[in-house]
Protein backbone atom coordinates (compact mmCIF):
# COMPACT_ATOMS: atom_id res chain seq x y z
CA UNK A 1 0.00 0.00 0.00
CA UNK A 2 0.95 3.42 -0.99
CA UNK A 3 -0.65 5.24 1.90
CA UNK A 4 -3.61 4.18 4.43
CA UNK A 5 -5.27 4.68 7.26
CA UNK A 6 -8.23 3.91 9.54
CA UNK A 7 -10.55 6.78 11.27
CA UNK A 8 -13.73 6.21 13.56
CA UNK A 9 -15.07 9.57 12.28
CA UNK A 10 -15.73 12.15 15.01
CA UNK A 11 -18.80 14.89 14.70
CA UNK A 12 -16.88 17.42 13.01
CA UNK A 13 -15.26 15.21 10.38
CA UNK A 14 -18.87 14.10 9.31
CA UNK A 15 -20.22 18.45 9.23
CA UNK A 16 -17.12 20.40 8.80
CA UNK A 17 -13.89 19.00 7.25
CA UNK A 18 -11.81 14.72 8.15
CA UNK A 19 -8.97 15.27 10.36
CA UNK A 20 -6.63 12.71 9.03
CA UNK A 21 -3.52 11.45 11.28
CA UNK A 22 -0.04 13.02 10.32
CA UNK A 23 1.62 10.35 9.99
CA UNK A 24 -0.59 10.01 6.79
CA UNK A 25 1.26 12.85 5.25
CA UNK A 26 4.75 11.58 5.55
CA UNK A 27 7.38 13.45 3.14
CA UNK A 28 4.94 13.26 0.39
CA UNK A 29 2.34 15.98 0.91
CA UNK A 30 3.09 19.76 1.84
CA UNK A 31 -0.63 20.61 1.49
CA UNK A 32 -2.83 22.01 -1.19
CA UNK A 33 -2.77 18.35 -2.90
CA UNK A 34 -5.63 17.28 -4.67
CA UNK A 35 -6.72 13.53 -4.45
CA UNK A 36 -8.77 11.64 -6.24
CA UNK A 37 -10.71 9.74 -4.21
CA UNK A 38 -13.08 6.76 -5.56
CA UNK A 39 -15.46 5.24 -3.08
CA UNK A 40 -15.63 1.40 -3.33
CA UNK A 41 -19.21 0.71 -2.87
CA UNK A 42 -21.01 3.81 -5.21
CA UNK A 43 -18.09 3.90 -7.69
CA UNK A 44 -18.47 7.58 -7.66
CA UNK A 45 -15.03 9.84 -8.25
CA UNK A 46 -14.63 12.66 -5.86
CA UNK A 47 -11.41 15.44 -5.65
CA UNK A 48 -10.45 15.51 -1.97
CA UNK A 49 -7.92 18.40 -1.39
CA UNK A 50 -5.42 18.05 1.57
CA UNK A 51 -4.95 20.91 3.74
CA UNK A 52 -2.38 21.54 6.38
CA UNK A 53 -1.13 24.87 8.82
CA UNK A 54 1.72 26.36 8.51
CA UNK A 55 4.37 25.30 11.13
CA UNK A 56 5.74 22.42 13.11
CA UNK A 57 2.13 21.50 13.57
CA UNK A 58 0.44 20.70 10.41
CA UNK A 59 -2.79 19.10 11.42
CA UNK A 60 -3.88 17.95 8.24
CA UNK A 61 -7.72 17.72 6.78
CA UNK A 62 -9.67 16.37 3.75
CA UNK A 63 -11.76 20.01 2.18
CA UNK A 64 -13.94 20.30 -0.78
CA UNK A 65 -15.45 17.58 -1.57
CA UNK A 66 -15.35 16.27 1.34
CA UNK A 67 -18.56 17.28 2.36
CA UNK A 68 -20.02 16.70 -0.65
CA UNK A 69 -19.36 12.50 0.05
CA UNK A 70 -20.07 13.03 3.53
CA UNK A 71 -23.20 14.07 2.55
CA UNK A 72 -23.45 11.52 -0.34
CA UNK A 73 -22.88 9.23 2.53
CA UNK A 74 -25.13 10.43 4.80
CA UNK A 75 -22.31 9.53 7.16
CA UNK A 76 -22.26 10.29 11.34
CA UNK A 77 -20.28 10.18 13.95
CA UNK A 78 -18.77 6.70 15.52
CA UNK A 79 -18.69 5.38 11.43
CA UNK A 80 -15.58 3.66 10.68
CA UNK A 81 -13.51 4.54 7.79
CA UNK A 82 -10.75 3.18 5.30
CA UNK A 83 -8.43 5.08 3.14
CA UNK A 84 -5.96 3.78 1.05
CA UNK A 85 -4.04 3.56 -2.01
CA UNK A 86 -2.57 0.56 -3.71
CA UNK A 87 0.81 0.86 -5.60
CA UNK A 88 -0.48 0.15 -8.94
CA UNK A 89 -3.09 2.66 -8.67
CA UNK A 90 -3.63 6.90 -9.45
CA UNK A 91 -6.43 7.13 -7.01
CA UNK A 92 -7.36 6.42 -3.54
CA UNK A 93 -9.65 4.42 -2.40
CA UNK A 94 -12.31 5.48 0.34
CA UNK A 95 -14.87 2.90 2.22
CA UNK A 96 -16.97 3.36 5.11
CA UNK A 97 -17.92 0.60 7.33
CA UNK A 98 -21.70 0.28 8.00
CA UNK A 99 -23.29 -2.08 10.33
CA UNK A 100 -27.05 -3.52 9.42
CA UNK A 101 -29.08 -0.96 11.04
CA UNK A 102 -26.63 1.72 9.12
CA UNK A 103 -25.12 3.18 12.34
CA UNK A 104 -21.25 3.38 12.67
CA UNK A 105 -19.79 0.07 14.05
CA UNK A 106 -17.69 1.21 17.27
Avoid: C, H
Amino acid sequence: MAGEFVKILTPSDVSQRLAIPIEFLGDQYRGGEQLMVVDTQTQNMYKFVLSTRQGPYRKPVFIKEWLKYSRDQQLQAGQKLYFWKNDNEEFYRIQVLRDLLGAGLR
